[in-house]
């Protein structure tokens, strides 16, 4: 089993930055790498970022590139998602996902591919 806790969201202007993390325990050494999702009401789960474990590799989606980046950092077994220049359309829950299914690069923007998930921190950005 795979635990994950997320934390950080909040209400922020247009053009403010927020840090998200995802703490991760459990069995994470079975997955390929973790992600993050958000989330907007009235629309579908969409992919935002993700971090293969091998190798380091991140894939992003189109318009969060250039101002979201995600990270890890091993000691404190924690997963982050720095967000900059946000923008109104930035607001949603954001989720943190464990990818326990697929390595292969076109899976990684899938929700489908991932097994465990947070609960959600809500991201507000105001006009």
């Known amino acids: 089993q795979v635990q994950l806790v997320e934390s950080g969201g909040g209400l922020v202007q247009t053009g403010g930055s927020l840090r998200l993390s995802c703490a991760y325990s459990g069995r994470t050494f079975n997955s390929f790498g973790m992600g993050w999702f958000r989330q907007a009401p009235g629309k579908e789960r969409e992919f935002v970022a993700a971090l293969k474990w091998s190798g380091g590799r991140t894939f992003y989606y189109d318009s969060v590139k250039g101002r979201f980046t995600i990270s890890r950092d091993n000691t404190k077994n924690t997963l982050y998602l720095q967000m900059n220049s946000l923008k109104p359309e930035d607001t949603a829950v954001y989720y943190c996902?464990?990818?326990?299914?697929?390595?292969?690069?076109?899976?990684?923007?899938?929700?489908?591919?991932?097994?465990?998930w947070g609960q959600g921190t809500q991201v507000t950005v105001s006009s």
């Open positions: 996902a464990a990818n326990t299914r697929s390595a292969l690069d076109r899976y990684w923007v899938l929700s489908q591919t991932y097994d465990y």
